[in-house]
């Protein structure tokens, strides 16, 4: 018997591309296919998700006709709750077959796996989720080893299916090592990596595909299934930007914009003054987000980029401007770094080159890397040299550990390569826009936004 499985993965909202995706997975669509995606479909970059609780990405793929989606990180980086909520009431199902709540739990609406029936074939599908390692915990689900929990669930259903798909969202290095360990798998659809396989291959026996990121392609891949087992006819990727975009897609994504902005343009307070914005002077409003990490986190020192924000605050503060002003989905972030580290992270931040470098990195929506911004420290420097660091009223020692309140972005190195040489980290659920807004309402923070911590000295004598 024949099967067509037509597959995107990582899209990671990017909207417009996808909805030439959508035309073509319509064009190849037949009474053989089955629709697959493996994960980071929905990302809350994307205002239509964030209004909507993610409901618009499962109102997308419903459209289209998928048939399954793998739970990748992005389905999590919105919070717990917002996961359970889509999964709970998407008609498509929802795959991770090592994911569960912090406490081990089952997700409501998360399956480990489905067995699909297309024109009498059975077909069955389970995929992992990456492990998000230091930040299980501030997102509240718990991961276990993907491997151990693949080869239970092929266990556990063995013998009652005709053909297997792993559609897993662990990358394609991991995925090739499963195609020369694992017996029972017919086919891997890969995710995570945003690898672009041209043609799907044959390893050991196990046909694999991956059809890159951002809506770019979609993956084809069609094999014949028999008593001698599954025998591969045609796989491939195809590009999507000659593809004209597909109008219902259009059509959906227009009404739940209109709902979402309608519900993120709800105001939340007023500001008690302006927090205006500079990517290489010092702000009151990177100013903010490091006195509210500071005291979030209870550390020695707050520390942030101004390039993590792309605007200022000067009235209402609702969820779509805290969107605006800071799209990044960065966290809450503690750690222990050395004085020396902080020094020399600080003493570049006065080279205007580095605050203006392309602040591209994992989770970073904004466009340039930024001053550093501190709270708990005074700086003091002659506009190219720092002449000193308080922290706490005390000269900064070199070789003393200090623990920080900064971003996920600043402790793995992003724009400032000396602040990875840390150790202890922790991260929050929340967001960095989170703090805004929870700081944003307090008098007594927005007040002490407005004092410098950077003091510029003369080195001319008369």
């Not at 276990?144 to 266990?155: F, Q, S, V």
């Not at 990044?328 to 205007?352: M, W, Y």
Request: glycine letters at 10%; proline letters at 3%.
């Amino acid at each position: 018997m024949k099967l067509k499985i037509v597959h995107t993965n990582d899209i990671h909202s990017h909207f417009e591309a996808f909805g030439k995706a959508a035309t073509l997975i319509k064009e190849h669509k037949d009474e053989n296919t089955i629709i697959l995606d493996g994960g980071d479909f929905a990302d809350f970059r994307s205002i239509e998700l964030q209004g909507t609780r993610g409901m618009a990405a499962i109102e997308l793929l419903q459209s289209i006709g998928y048939d399954a989606l793998t739970i990748g990180n992005n389905e999590m980086f919105n919070g717990f709750d917002t996961l359970e909520y889509m999964a709970g009431n998407s008609p498509i199902p929802f795959i991770s077959n090592n994911l569960y709540r912090k406490d081990k739990a089952v997700i409501r609406g998360v399956r480990s796996s489905v067995i699909l029936e297309k024109n009498g074939l059975r077909i069955f599908i389970t995929g992992a989720s990456p492990d998000l390692q230091g930040f299980n915990d501030g997102l509240g689900v718990h991961i276990t080893d993907y491997k151990k929990a693949i080869r239970e669930e092929l266990e556990r259903h063995r013998g009652t299916y005709d053909v297997s798909i792993l559609l897993n969202h662990v990358g394609t290095a991991a995925d090739e090592e499963l195609a020369h360990e694992l017996e029972g798998v017919d086919i891997i659809l890969s995710a995570h990596d945003h690898q672009l396989y041209t043609q799907a291959k044959v390893v050991d026996g196990i046909v694999m595909n991956s059809a890159g990121c951002y809506g770019e392609y979609i993956g084809v891949v069609e094999v014949d299934v028999s008593d001698q087992g599954v025998r591969l006819i045609r796989g491939e990727t195809i590009a999507t930007k000659e593809s004209p975009v597909d109008q219902e897609a259009t059509d959906i994504l227009k009404k739940n914009k209109k709902i979402a902005i309608e519900v993120l343009s709800r105001p939340l307070y007023s500001l008690d003054r302006p927090l205006w914005h500079d990517v290489i002077e010092e702000n009151p409003m990177t100013n903010l987000i490091a006195d509210g990490l500071q005291d979030m986190l209870k550390c020695d020192l707050g520390l942030m980029n101004s390039g993590i924000v792309n605007a200022g605050a000067f009235q209402d503060i609702s969820q779509k401007k805290l969107i605006e002003i800071c799209p990044s989905p960065l966290n809450p972030t503690s750690f222990e770094i050395q004085g020396k580290h902080i020094r020399k992270a600080i003493g570049e931040s006065l080279d205007v080159q580095v605050c203006l470098a392309d602040g591209r990195g994992p989770g970073f929506r904004g466009k340039f890397v930024g001053r550093l911004h501190v709270s708990g420290a005074e700086v003091v420097h002659d506009g190219q040299h720092v002449s000193s660091i308080l922290i706490g009223g005390e000269p900064l020692e070199e070789e003393k550990w200090y623990s920080v309140a900064s971003s996920d972005y600043l402790q793995r190195g992003s724009g400032y390569e000396s602040l990875r040489h840390c150790r202890n980290e922790k991260y929050l659920p929340e967001e960095i826009r989170d703090v805004i807004r929870i700081y944003g309402e307090r008098s007594d923070f927005i007040k002490k936004a407005q004092v410098k911590r950077w003091r510029e000295i003369s080195n001319v004598t008369v």
